[in-house]
């Protein structure tokens, strides 16, 4: 590990937010965008020292403090290291935004590339992560944002090993918001969609073309785009943000592709659920409320869609008459959450 001194600011109140992959790209404007915020800024690079060195130049000469830091996001050991010697530094905010990709089809792809994707993007977020969270705890405040990706939601032909990486940080965000949110850590994800860098640099104009015909917004993002995203994230106007994924891609894939069908589907689920759990009297708290609404507001979509349930529920009703739901073991993943349909009825 080598570094620029000094890493930290001379002010220990001052607050710190660590870059990976700062250097260049996303990075690089994430990390301007946080040194103009009055954050002090480690930004770690994995090769180009020169690129890091512009980076901090660049900031300090707009008015910002800033280091840049040597780091493989793909060894642990070197994380490790990396924050043992910044222990008791006033970290605030960790941006897991280094990344790599390594495409190819699925039946054609290496084992090898598909574990130094996973490598780099989602075990150093994790391992980052975890050792960012030691000491955001002790101060009792933090933000842990990661760069995510639109086709971790979508998936994309060629990027098994990168999509797998970036769904995973998904998650992994989604559970570390739970963790440290009684530590007052703030945990988000960003998925940018198509964005201007070296990463996209090496497509042709053709696929690029193609992309772009696929974006409501008709262009590319820029690295600033979600620069500007992951400020908000970082700023006190996030503070009650946690375990989301800010999709910053100019429309190209929208909230209702996935969010709108899965809420349908529970809430067709539990809507069943609740049907049937009724007539075998059911303890579900909610129970009744979804049957009676939608039946009477949507009558005909209720026999339309659903005509085909009446028969089972008959069949439930004739068979449960006389069951208790807990011994006849009710296994229903909505029970205590049917409140959250009731709008959509
Ligand atoms: P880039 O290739 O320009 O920059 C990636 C950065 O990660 C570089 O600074 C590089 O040095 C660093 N890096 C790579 N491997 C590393 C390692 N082992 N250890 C430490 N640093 C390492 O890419 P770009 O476009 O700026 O991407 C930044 C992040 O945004 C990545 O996580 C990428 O997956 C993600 N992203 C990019 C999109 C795009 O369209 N450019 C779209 C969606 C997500």
């Known amino acids: 590990m080598e570094s620029c001194p000094p890493l930290l600011p001379d002010d220990p109140k001052v607050r710190i937010a660590l870059v990976t992959g700062g250097s260049r790209g996303i990075g690089r404007a994430i990390a301007k965008t946080l040194a103009l915020e009055k954050l002090h800024v480690i930004l770690t690079y994995r ?12 900031i300090a000469q707009a008015g910002g403090s800033a ?18 010697g910044i222990k008791g530094a006033n970290l605030f905010c960790l941006v897991n935004n280094a990344g790599i990709t390594k495409d190819g089809l699925l039946l054609r792809m290496k084992e090898s590339d598909f574990t130094s994707v996973l490598d780099v993007c989602l075990k150093g977020t994790f391992v980052a992560s975890q050792e960012a969270a030691k000491l955001m705890t002790k101060k009792r405040t933090g933000r842990i944002i990661s760069i995510s990706s639109v086709v971790a939601l979508m998936g994309n032909a060629g990027q098994a090993n990168y999509t797998a990486a970036k769904a995973g940080i998904i998650g992994l965000t989604k559970t ?16 940018p969609g198509f964005i201007e860098t070296d990463m996209t640099a090496q497509l042709s104009p053709e696929v690029k073309a193609q992309y772009i015909s696929q974006i409501p917004l008709r262009r590319m993002g820029t690295p600033m785009d979600v620069a500007h995203a992951v400020a908000f994230l970082a ?33 067709k689920s539990a809507k069943n ?50 069951e208790d739901p807990e011994s006849a073991g009710c296994r229903c993943l909505y029970r205590g959450e049917c409140e959250g349909f009731e709008g959509l009825g």
């Not at 280091?67 to 043992?84: G, H, Q």
């Not at 946690?242 to 589907?265: A, E, I, K, R």
């Open 176 to 191: 570390m918001a739970r963790e440290l949110a009684a530590r007052n850590i703030t945990c988000n994800a960003i998925a």
């Open 47 to 58: 090769s180009n020292t020169e690129e890091a060195k512009s980076c901090v130049s660049e």
């Open 235 to 267: 700023s006190d106007k996030a503070a009650y943000i946690t375990g989301q994924v800010l999709s910053v891609n100019g429309g190209m894939y929208s909230w209702s592709q996935d969010g709108g069908y899965d809420v349908w589907y529970r809430w």
């Open 273 to 322: 659920h609740c049907r049937s759990a009724g007539r075998w009297r059911c303890q579900c708290e909610t129970r009744g409320v979804l049957r009676r609404g939608s039946r009477r507001r949507f009558p005909r979509f209720d026999r339309a869609y659903h005509g085909h349930w009446r028969g089972i529920r008959h069949r439930n009703r004739r068979r449960g008459r006389s």
């Open 67 to 84: 280091a840049y830091a040597l780091l493989d996001v793909a060894d642990t050991e070197a994380i490790r290291a990396f924050f043992a």
